[in-house]
Nanobody, 116 residues
Framework: QVQFVESGGGLVQPGGSLRLSCAASGFTFRTYEMRWYRQAPGKEREWVASISNSGGLTQYADSVKGRFIISRDNAKNTLYLEMNSLKSEDTAVYYC?????????WGQGTQVTVSS
């Protein structure tokens, strides 16, 4: 059974930092590309960042490039998203997703609120 435990979300002031974690189980984590998405109130879910199965290749949406860092620890079956210089427009529910061919598994989401 595929399971994710997302953590690290919360309330932070503009300019602050947070680190999200997504601990996975129930599938071969090291095989899957991992992604972060987010969904703000009233908006469609959008892609934020991706990391290859080995961790050697990362990609970012323009809106977070230079501020966010995606990483993974295959020994711990865990995905991370380090978020720096946070802005109010980063407020959203953040979701992790595992992707391999036709297989997609979603985490339950964690709320990030950037506000003074």
């Amino acid at each position: 059974q595929v399971q994710f435990v997302e953590s690290g979300g919360g309330l932070v002031q503009p300019g602050g930092s947070l680190r999200l974690s997504c601990a996975a189980s129930g599938f071969t984590f090291r095989t899957y590309e991992m992604r972060w998405y987010r969904q703000a109130p009233g908006k469609e879910r959008e892609w934020v960042a991706s990391i290859s199965n080995s961790g050697g290749l990362t990609q970012y949406a323009d809106s977070v490039k230079g501020r966010f860092i995606i990483s993974r620890d295959n020994a711990k079956n865990t995905l991370y998203l380090e978020m720096n210089s946070l802005k109010s427009e980063d407020t959203a529910v953040y979701y992790c997703k595992a992707h391999w061919y036709d297989n997609d598994y979603w985490g339950q989401g964690t709320q990030v609120t950037v506000s003074s």
